[in-house]
């Protein structure tokens, strides 16, 4: 809900459909999901890499990196991840009108939140891919610290032990990054995707 009568939306010349042009790609947002230690922004880093090696016009907007800054003022509370996932919706959305293809990597636990984000991006632009690696695996590789720091109750509402995690229903993609997956290979999943979709083209 918007706080003011007095906003107005100001449309400029430059459409989507102009910016696609100009980039010789569609703008698409790429949704990495699931369990912190899943993987997420090591597949989007390589992912993002590939793409900026065909020419691809790309941005990561990454967890941590965005409560670096944008999102700083937030906790891990239930609202708070709401909040943190509209924000970064918004983000997501202007990075899509701009005709750019932008890689996400969030937890974003909750079902509701993520259509949400679906809601905002036109039809098509929004492709949910669901890091699928079970509990045990993403504890073993714990990069942060963060399961022993939550099994040693330091760290309350952790998603996948006391916070709920729920998984995609139709996702547009599943990646399975257990522990001896190549992450070259699954990057590539995602590529052939935006193929054939029509999001890139071959070259």
Not at 170 to 197: H, M, Y
Request: glycine content about 8%; some cysteine; proline content about 3%.
């Amino acid at each position: 809900m918007i706080n003011s009568s007095n906003i107005l939306w100001h449309q400029g010349k430059i459409t989507i459909s102009d910016r696609e042009k100009l980039n010789n790609h569609a703008g698409v947002c790429l949704w990495f999901t699931g369990l912190s230690g899943s993987g997420k922004s090591s597949l989007s880093v390589e992912v993002e890499s590939l793409l900026f090696s065909k020419g691809i016009h790309t941005y990561i907007l990454d967890g941590d990196n965005i409560r670096h800054g944008l999102n700083k003022d937030l906790s891990f509370s239930d609202a708070d991840r709401k909040e943190n996932i509209r924000r970064i919706g918004e983000v997501t959305k202007l990075f899509v009108d701009a005709g750019m293809i932008v890689l996400t990597a969030f937890i974003s636990p909750f079902r509701m939140d993520r259509d949400f984000v679906r809601s905002l991006i036109p039809e098509g632009r929004f492709i949910e891919i669901f890091v699928d690696c079970d509990l045990a695996t993403c504890e073993k590789r714990d990069p942060k610290g963060l399961y022993k720091k939550a099994r040693a109750n330091k760290i309350g509402d952790f998603t996948g032990l006391s916070s709920p995690y729920e998984e995609p229903k139709n996702p547009e993609l599943v990646i399975f990054n257990g522990e001896n997956t190549d992450l070259n290979k699954n990057a590539n999943l995602v590529i052939e995707l935006l193929l054939q979709k029509n999001i890139i083209r071959k070259g």
